[in-house]
């Protein structure tokens, strides 16, 4: 299985940007790099996706690495409800996303 | 249009009971999962049906746990002789069609408390 490594827990203050970083560094050239995130007491929604080039949508942007071995997720200013357990998955051409344990995040006011 | 919906949302029961809990996927979605959240943990996959074909079981932590999925739409996944470690959040989700189609929407989950 194919497994990604965020740091447990980053703060940020209220209109700043955020930058979540993630490892996978055994990802395979067809996994597709995932981002949801889980608010309280709510299940998780999807965020964001990308294969090799850098992608925008309204909610954030990811940015991956070239070697694809590591991207992150950008939140251009924080807000509080943007507080959120946030997690990078890996989905192979096939059934399964391997939900880690994510970054849960912090906005101070 | 309507989310996916799940029931119950709180569920107590006691050990060696069975439990039937039911998923309400959105209108149209052939693909839908289930997942387990221990308290604190991230999300473990459970189970994954895609139309009529034969379901990836390969989450389901042990025969006890069984999941059914009745003309193409509603699920129900089944926990049988429950053990005080199946408490968890149990969360569904489905997912449109098509090899374009990426997103999961999630219920709300249900609450499974094992006495």
């Known amino acids: 299985d194919a497994k990604t490594t965020q740091p447990n827990s980053m703060e940020s203050n209220e209109e700043e940007p955020v930058h979540l970083p993630c490892n996978h560094s055994t990802i395979s050239g067809t996994d597709y790099i995932h981002w949801y995130r889980q608010l309280p007491s709510q299940g998780p929604e999807y965020v964001i996706h990308?294969?090799?080039s850098n992608v925008n949508n309204r909610m954030a942007s990811l940015a991956i690495a070239e070697d694809r071995k590591s991207s992150t997720l950008i939140l251009h200013r924080a807000t509080l409800r943007d507080a959120a357990v946030y997690y990078c998955i890996l989905r192979p051409t096939g059934n399964q996303f391997y939900f880690g344990t994510g970054t849960s995040l912090t906005v101070i006011p | 249009g309507a989310g996916v919906s799940q029931s119950p949302s709180n569920k107590v029961t006691e050990k060696g009971k069975d439990v039937e809990l039911r998923c309400d996927p959105i209108?149209?979605?052939?693909?839908l999962y289930w997942y387990r959240q221990s308290l604190g943990q991230g999300l473990e996959f459970l189970i994954y049906f895609q139309g009529n074909s034969a379901p990836d079981k390969s989450g389901l932590p042990s025969d006890r746990f069984s999941a059914e999925r009745t003309g193409g739409s509603v699920s129900t996944l089944t926990i049988q002789r429950t053990q005080q470690e199946d408490s968890a959040v149990y969360l569904c989700?489905?997912?449109?069609?098509?090899?374009?189609?990426?997103?999961?929407?999630f219920g709300p989950g249900t609450r499974l408390t094992v006495l």
């Open positions: 989700a489905s997912r449109s069609p098509g090899l374009g189609s990426n997103e999961q929407f």
């Open positions: 990308g294969l090799t």
């Open positions: 209108s149209g979605h052939t693909a």
